[in-house]
Protein backbone atom coordinates (compact mmCIF):
# COMPACT_ATOMS: atom_id res chain seq x y z
CA UNK A 1 0.00 0.00 0.00
CA UNK A 2 3.11 2.24 0.74
CA UNK A 3 3.82 2.08 -2.99
CA UNK A 4 0.34 2.93 -3.91
CA UNK A 5 0.22 5.69 -1.78
CA UNK A 6 3.85 7.15 -2.61
CA UNK A 7 2.64 6.57 -6.22
CA UNK A 8 -0.53 9.22 -5.59
CA UNK A 9 1.63 12.05 -3.62
CA UNK A 10 4.41 11.82 -7.13
CA UNK A 11 1.13 11.73 -9.54
CA UNK A 12 -0.22 15.25 -7.21
CA UNK A 13 3.03 16.88 -7.62
CA UNK A 14 3.32 15.95 -11.31
CA UNK A 15 -0.50 17.17 -11.50
CA UNK A 16 0.09 20.63 -9.32
CA UNK A 17 3.41 21.28 -11.11
CA UNK A 18 1.89 21.22 -14.60
CA UNK A 19 -1.67 23.19 -13.67
CA UNK A 20 0.86 25.81 -12.33
CA UNK A 21 2.99 25.74 -15.37
CA UNK A 22 -0.11 25.93 -17.53
CA UNK A 23 -1.51 29.34 -15.32
CA UNK A 24 1.71 30.86 -15.85
CA UNK A 25 2.01 30.13 -19.70
CA UNK A 26 -1.37 31.00 -20.01
CA UNK A 27 -1.14 35.01 -18.57
CA UNK A 28 2.06 35.29 -21.14
CA UNK A 29 1.67 36.66 -25.05
CA UNK A 30 3.09 33.74 -27.02
CA UNK A 31 1.76 33.19 -30.44
CA UNK A 32 0.61 29.83 -29.60
CA UNK A 33 -1.70 31.23 -27.51
CA UNK A 34 -3.73 32.81 -30.04
CA UNK A 35 -3.62 29.89 -32.58
CA UNK A 36 -6.58 27.56 -32.35
CA UNK A 37 -6.17 23.72 -31.20
CA UNK A 38 -7.04 21.36 -34.27
CA UNK A 39 -9.64 19.21 -32.21
CA UNK A 40 -11.62 21.51 -29.87
CA UNK A 41 -11.23 24.90 -32.09
CA UNK A 42 -10.13 26.88 -28.47
CA UNK A 43 -7.79 28.94 -28.51
CA UNK A 44 -4.72 27.57 -26.69
CA UNK A 45 -5.36 30.27 -23.70
CA UNK A 46 -8.17 28.96 -23.10
CA UNK A 47 -7.63 25.62 -23.81
CA UNK A 48 -4.77 25.79 -21.48
CA UNK A 49 -6.36 27.29 -18.81
CA UNK A 50 -9.40 24.63 -18.54
CA UNK A 51 -7.08 21.39 -18.64
CA UNK A 52 -4.72 23.26 -15.71
CA UNK A 53 -7.88 23.62 -13.69
CA UNK A 54 -8.81 19.83 -14.61
CA UNK A 55 -5.20 18.83 -13.13
CA UNK A 56 -5.76 21.33 -10.20
CA UNK A 57 -8.96 19.77 -9.51
CA UNK A 58 -7.61 15.98 -9.82
CA UNK A 59 -4.94 16.96 -7.77
CA UNK A 60 -6.93 18.30 -5.07
CA UNK A 61 -9.16 14.78 -5.05
CA UNK A 62 -5.88 13.22 -4.26
CA UNK A 63 -4.90 15.22 -1.43
CA UNK A 64 -8.28 15.59 0.26
CA UNK A 65 -9.26 11.75 -0.41
CA UNK A 66 -8.19 9.35 2.10
CA UNK A 67 -9.28 6.38 0.06
CA UNK A 68 -7.23 5.37 -3.39
CA UNK A 69 -9.81 3.89 -5.23
CA UNK A 70 -11.24 7.82 -6.68
CA UNK A 71 -7.70 9.67 -6.91
CA UNK A 72 -6.40 6.57 -8.79
CA UNK A 73 -9.77 6.46 -10.63
CA UNK A 74 -9.56 10.18 -11.86
CA UNK A 75 -5.42 9.79 -12.37
CA UNK A 76 -6.57 7.22 -15.14
CA UNK A 77 -8.83 8.89 -16.61
CA UNK A 78 -7.12 12.40 -16.74
CA UNK A 79 -3.70 10.01 -18.39
CA UNK A 80 -6.36 8.20 -20.60
CA UNK A 81 -7.86 11.26 -21.91
CA UNK A 82 -4.99 13.00 -22.61
CA UNK A 83 -3.41 10.04 -24.57
CA UNK A 84 -7.26 9.82 -26.71
CA UNK A 85 -6.59 13.50 -27.63
CA UNK A 86 -2.86 12.88 -28.23
CA UNK A 87 -3.99 10.07 -30.44
CA UNK A 88 -6.38 12.37 -32.03
CA UNK A 89 -3.58 15.38 -32.86
CA UNK A 90 -2.12 12.57 -35.20
CA UNK A 91 -5.19 11.10 -36.56
CA UNK A 92 -6.30 15.22 -38.25
CA UNK A 93 -2.14 15.35 -38.98
CA UNK A 94 -1.20 17.21 -36.39
CA UNK A 95 2.34 16.54 -35.97
CA UNK A 96 4.19 19.99 -34.11
CA UNK A 97 5.43 19.15 -30.57
CA UNK A 98 2.76 19.38 -27.47
CA UNK A 99 1.81 23.23 -26.91
CA UNK A 100 0.51 22.45 -23.65
CA UNK A 101 2.85 24.76 -21.80
CA UNK A 102 2.13 27.68 -23.60
CA UNK A 103 5.26 29.97 -23.80
CA UNK A 104 6.91 28.68 -21.14
CA UNK A 105 9.36 26.31 -22.39
CA UNK A 106 10.10 29.73 -24.73
CA UNK A 107 11.15 31.64 -20.97
CA UNK A 108 12.75 28.63 -20.07
CA UNK A 109 14.81 28.47 -23.12
CA UNK A 110 13.75 24.56 -23.16
CA UNK A 111 13.64 23.74 -27.42
CA UNK A 112 9.96 22.32 -27.82
CA UNK A 113 10.30 18.98 -28.74
CA UNK A 114 12.53 18.37 -25.63
CA UNK A 115 9.58 19.86 -23.27
CA UNK A 116 7.27 17.56 -26.00
CA UNK A 117 9.03 14.33 -25.09
CA UNK A 118 8.74 15.40 -21.28
CA UNK A 119 5.75 15.28 -21.19
CA UNK A 120 5.47 12.34 -23.19
CA UNK A 121 7.31 10.35 -20.03
CA UNK A 122 5.02 12.25 -17.75
CA UNK A 123 1.68 11.14 -19.57
CA UNK A 124 3.38 7.84 -19.53
CA UNK A 125 4.13 7.90 -15.69
CA UNK A 126 0.49 9.00 -14.87
CA UNK A 127 -0.63 5.93 -17.43
CA UNK A 128 1.11 3.45 -16.42
CA UNK A 129 1.18 4.05 -12.90
CA UNK A 130 -2.53 4.88 -12.60
CA UNK A 131 -3.74 1.77 -14.08
CA UNK A 132 -1.35 -0.71 -12.30
CA UNK A 133 -2.52 0.91 -9.14
CA UNK A 134 -6.01 0.39 -10.04
CA UNK A 135 -5.21 -3.19 -11.19
CA UNK A 136 -3.15 -3.92 -7.95
CA UNK A 137 -6.42 -2.57 -5.69
CA UNK A 138 -8.44 -4.69 -7.65
CA UNK A 139 -6.73 -7.67 -7.00
CA UNK A 140 -6.31 -6.66 -3.33
CA UNK A 141 -10.31 -6.41 -3.25
CA UNK A 142 -10.62 -9.85 -5.22
CA UNK A 143 -8.18 -11.56 -2.59
CA UNK A 144 -10.10 -9.91 0.60
CA UNK A 145 -13.68 -11.51 -0.63
CA UNK A 146 -12.51 -15.14 -2.16
CA UNK A 147 -12.98 -18.01 0.83
CA UNK A 148 -9.91 -19.34 2.23
CA UNK A 149 -8.41 -22.17 0.19
CA UNK A 150 -8.87 -25.50 1.65
CA UNK A 151 -12.74 -25.23 2.97
CA UNK A 152 -15.08 -27.13 1.34
CA UNK A 153 -18.46 -25.61 0.20
CA UNK A 154 -21.41 -27.00 1.70
CA UNK A 155 -22.91 -29.68 0.13
Same mark, same amino acid.
Given at each position: ?9 ? +? ?17 ? =? ?13 ? #??? !??? !????? %? =?? =? ?6 ? #????? @? ?6 ? %?????? #? ?14 ? &??? %????? !??? $?? @???? !????? =????? &??? @? ?5 ? #? $???? $?? $?????? +?? @??
Amino acid at each position: MKVVRWFLYS +ATAVLLLTAAAKSISSAGS =AKILLEHDPLTDFDF #RNL !IRV !IGSIE %T =AV =AMVCIFNK #RVWLP @AGLVAWLA %TSFLVY #RLGLMWVGYHKPCSCL &GGL %TDVLH !IPP $QT @ADTA !IKIVL =AYLLL &GSY @ATLFWLW #R $QRKK $QF $QPPSGT +AA @AS
